[in-house]
């Protein structure tokens, strides 16, 4: 079940970046934000609250906080309780502007939270729009190694104690980064667009068997280590079963979904002998390739398909 996103909540996750504080209506801290979207207050403050959409942020800004001042006390009364009654989640002032008292109370007694924000205006929103995109992107948790090779996000996944770490050291030797091991929090943007990142308590540390938790960004400095990367490439590692068929050619098309974007899929097996960093950093490559229309297998099986229908010798 989906749980709501709530004035608390988005206290909570962007109240610091956006230097919110709470002026009023604390009982309604438990209204639900409906929309990624805010709206600038403007017609409302005048007292057609008809043009209030029902679970979004509005703002206030120094056009409504001056006309607001500038009516008559009674009429101010009338305005404030007619906005603050309208069906929105909550409502924020910006520039750090004096907000009335009558706003306050209006507040207070329709339980609808008011917050400050020192941002002007037009940053509060677009930072506001901003903070409310990541907290209502699809996210999940897998388990695995994500690493920036060649600026490619690759996530490398398989059986605990198969290698993965060990194959990320010797990337991270190699020259590439690593964004997070173990713990692998993706997040979704936009329609195709999948971003990794690890935990903030484990982020750029390793367990290495034999030799415990290890911090990569002392070991190794900041040029090892990335905290977010897009994901790119699935590379799933498993040991060589001998009875197995697996693609000999590379013509097969394997994907994984994560948070409804498919993702092109290595599977690679490991054997005594196999030097897996440098089969994932191969892998890499010709990936890259082929999204440049450089396919090595295609090309080769076409060709030869061209000389036996000829019917010339190899």
């Known amino acids: 079940m989906e749980v709501p996103i709530t004035v608390d909540r988005f206290l909570q996750a962007c109240g610091a970046q956006l230097g919110l504080r709470l002026l009023a209506g604390a009982g309604g801290l438990a209204r639900e934000i409906a929309e990624q979207r805010v709206q600038k207050a403007g017609l409302a403050m005048t007292g057609e609250v008809k043009s209030i959409h029902e679970g979004r942020i509005q703002v206030l800004g120094e056009t409504e906080i001056t006309y607001f001042e500038s009516q008559p006390q009674i009429r101010q009364i009338g305005i404030a309780d007619a906005f603050f009654s309208g069906p929105m989640a909550c409502a924020v002032v910006g520039g750090g502007l004096p907000v009335p008292a009558v706003l306050r109370s209006a507040a207070d007694g329709s339980s609808v939270p008011l917050l400050s924000s020192p941002l002007p205006t037009t940053e509060l929103i677009e930072d506001t729009l901003k903070a409310l995109g990541r907290i209502f992107a699809e996210t999940t948790t897998v388990h695995g190694v994500l690493m920036d090779v060649l600026g490619l996000g690759v996530l490398l996944q398989g059986p605990s104690g198969i290698g993965k770490s060990e194959c990320a050291l010797d990337l991270i030797l190699r020259g590439h980064r690593i964004v997070a091991d173990d ?33 990569l960004r002392d ?46 899929t290595l599977l690679i097996p490991i054997s005594p002998g196999r030097n897996l960093a440098t089969i994932v950093e191969v892998a890499v490559r010709n990936h890259i390739l082929k999204t440049q229309g450089v396919h090595a297998a295609r090309d080769l099986v076409e060709r030869q398909t061209r000389r036996t229908e000829e019917g010339t010798p190899r």
Request: hydrophobic share 40%; glycine share 10%.
């Open 219 to 264: 070991l190794f400095g900041l040029s090892a280590i990335t905290d977010l990367k897009k994901l790119e490439v699935v590379i799933r590692i498993e040991e060589w079963d001998p009875v197995k068929e697996y693609d000999r050619l590379g013509l097969e098309d394997r994907r994984t979904t994560f948070l409804g974007v498919a993702l092109p």
């Open 183 to 215: 713990v692998i929090h993706l997040e979704k943007r936009g329609p195709s667009t999948v971003l990794g990142c690890g935990s903030d308590l484990t982020r750029h540390h390793m367990e290495i068997r034999g030799l415990g938790i290890i911090s």
